[in-house]
């Protein structure tokens, strides 16, 4: 991979002249192609990407790592805006989706305006797996991310169902890597698997055990404390160069992992 440029065009945070809202976009620049990696809610995505000075033109990729709202709001807009655009996804984004505490419901599925959308695009250019997968040499789509460790979960409640009797397991929820040669930059939605196990599956997939970067989601808002500190030893071993935790991090876990992975 000759260069790779990421920029962050949907977050909880803004700077740049962008604004912010509660989701996450990620523009990754392959000079020959360029992919967004989820698309926010969809209120700022198209400011945000004028505001940055990007071509939505170019976009020649729509990576969705799962399909909460957040995530997926803005793709009506991506389609209208570029209709060749290919489209990669988890089958599993369509379903109905409820985070519930205290009684409090929350329908946080794929927007009604997002699934007409992706109904409209022809299926040549939708490719649905729950496989790993690669979009190009050296750049990669995890598919279902096995859930091997014992201290990570989707960071919920989440429900399939609004009575809270079906837990969601977030099936959908994949990843994008990228091959260069200072090693694989890990992009990330939510990270609902956990990001141990997706920053392992990565390493097997790719047959790379160096981690140049990672730069996403990391849900760690609600994680415990024991399961905050099995996270942080675990990323002592794999040594990340590069950490860049966004959208649904937590700003407690982001303190200390700043703290701790200095």
């Known amino acids: 991979m000759k260069s790779v440029r990421l920029t962050i065009v949907v977050d909880n945070q803004a700077q740049d002249n962008c604004l912010a809202e509660h989701g996450f976009a990620l523009w990754i620049d392959l000079g020959d192609r360029h992919i967004l990696l989820d698309t926010g809610q969809g209120h700022v995505l198209a400011g945000n990407i004028q505001a940055l000075g990007l071509d939505p033109k170019k976009l020649t990729d729509l990576v969705l790592s799962h399909g909460h709202y957040d995530h997926t709001g803005g793709l009506p807009w991506v389609y209208q805006t570029c209709p060749q655009i290919k489209l990669w996804s988890h089958p599993g984004i369509t379903e109905p989706r409820y985070s519930i505490s205290n009684t409090e419901v929350r329908d946080i599925r794929m927007p009604r305006t997002s699934l007409e959308a992706l109904g409209k695009i022809p299926e040549s250019q939708v490719n649905w797996s729950t496989r790993p997968h690669m979009l190009a040499p050296g750049i990669g789509v995890t598919g279902f991310i096995p859930r091997k460790t014992t201290f990570e979960d989707t960071g919920g409640p989440f429900f399939l169902d609004p009575r809270a009797q079906r837990p969601d397991p977030i099936e959908d929820d994949q990843a994008l890597w990228i091959q260069t040669s200072e090693g694989l930059i890990v992009c990330l939605g939510c990270c609902h698997a956990g990001l141990i196990n997706t920053l392992e599956y990565i390493q097997e997939l790719s047959g790379s055990t ?9 849900h760690l808002g609600a994680a415990s404390p024991e399961r905050l500190e099995n996270t942080i030893s675990a990323l002592h071993t794999i040594q990340p160069q590069l950490l860049v935790p966004c959208h649904c991090t937590g700003q407690a ?3 200390r992992l700043q703290a701790d992975m200095n």
Do not use: N, V
Request: glycine share 16%; no cysteine.
């Open 210 to 218: 160096q981690i140049r970067a990672i730069i996403g989601g990391l």
């Open 253 to 255: 876990a982001m303190d």
